[in-house]
């Protein structure tokens, strides 16, 4: 299983591939481009190039057009580069088309590899989880990813023809590949409702408790800012996906006592297969009393990453939450940019900050402060200040 998803090795190059619709500006595109580099990145590969095709849809057979694709692969074999990254998901059949446009029809193992948007984030996922939740999670969403591609892996095998009606050895194999990871999925789903069984468990333990969720695009600084808040150890770095397990801490400001979660971040197209499987580690944003959505304000598309944010707090059900919205990194804006004071906007509380720099830290804790002993109260009406 982890031999399939081992996608990178420190070293290896890369070249990467996107579609855009003709409606998208010349900004967004680069942020795309930038953020799909910043994945590969943090797999350890080297991006060599980029190339990008503007079409109303991506091409059925190849996702490129014909043109296009003749231009990446003369660029991929002059240059060596060891794989070539889209930034959608593939079908079987244009990753199979795809590797013989690369890789040529009778090779029996692909030397350049083709990959999705979804396994580069799976593999990133799998090796940033830490905990056996989230192991698991992983390991569910990457067998569900795997089933209905299972065809490729096969492929070399298709040269052993047989005559009409013979089954020949790839499709037996294929079909008991099929059944193992058909049967490895199910376990999956029940270590995992086991896992939740006993996650609720303890959240029913915490219902007198205010809980508060740190929720943004990956990459935000929400660790950064619960070290800030909790004094704890927990682990933040210039990458994509720095956590995935969701971490609780106790915090206690002016005598009042909460939890502070810290959730996976989120991303543009992030895939539906890790929705699922992380249901139970979003649960954690479902059940907070509080959501503090942690911005980029550094960021060129930091509105197109708010929205994204939105939407997957609709998906899920969380949008009807007091919510604290916090620009961070102030301190990478231009210094007349940087005065970004407390905005109140339809019942919203907006902070900019710096949590790296400790700009603004006071009024950011005392907004907080005022929606967490407002909800203490009202869990703890007997409660004497």
Known sequence: MSQYFETAKPEETAVIVAVYHNQQDA?????????????????????????????????????????????????????????????????????????????????????????????????????RAQTTQAHTQVELAQYQYLLPRLTRMWTHLSKQKGGIGMRGPGEKELETDRRIVKDKIALLRKKLDKIDKQSITRRKAREQTVRVALVGYTNV??????????????????KLFATVDSTVRKVVLNKIPFLLTDTVGFIRKLPTLLIESFKSTLDE????????????ISAPDFENQIEVVNQ?????????????????KIDLMPPDEQGLAEIHQEDQKIIGISATKKINIDTFTQLLYDLVVEKYYVLNPNYLS
């Not at 600084?221 to 210039?238: P, Q, R, Y």
């Not at 479902?286 to 942690?294: G, K, Q, S, T």
């Open 27 to 127: 900004i967004t595109m680069q942020a795309y481009l930038d953020e799909l580099a910043f994945l590969s990145q943090t797999l350890g590969v080297r991006v060599r190039q980029s190339f990008t095709q503007r079409l109303d849809k991506p091409e059925t057979k190849t996702f490129v057009g014909k043109g296009k694709l003749q231009e990446i692969t003369e660029y991929v074999k002059e240059h060596e580069i060891d794989m070539v990254i889209f930034d959608d998901d593939l079908n079987p059949s244009q990753v199979r088309n795809l590797e013989r446009a690369f890789n040529g029809s009778e090779i029996e193992e692909a030397k350049i590899k083709i990959l999705d948007r979804s396994l580069l984030i799976l593999d990133i996922f799998s090796k």
């Open 221 to 238: 600084g929400k660790s950064t800012l619960m070290n800030l808040l909790s004094k704890a150890d927990v682990f933040a770095e210039d």
């Open 285 to 296: 944003i479902i059940e907070a009393d509080i959501l503090i959505h942690v911005v980029d």
């Open 312 to 328: 997957t707090l609709i998906d899920i059900g969380a949008t009807d939450k007091p919510t604290l919205m916090v620009y961070n």
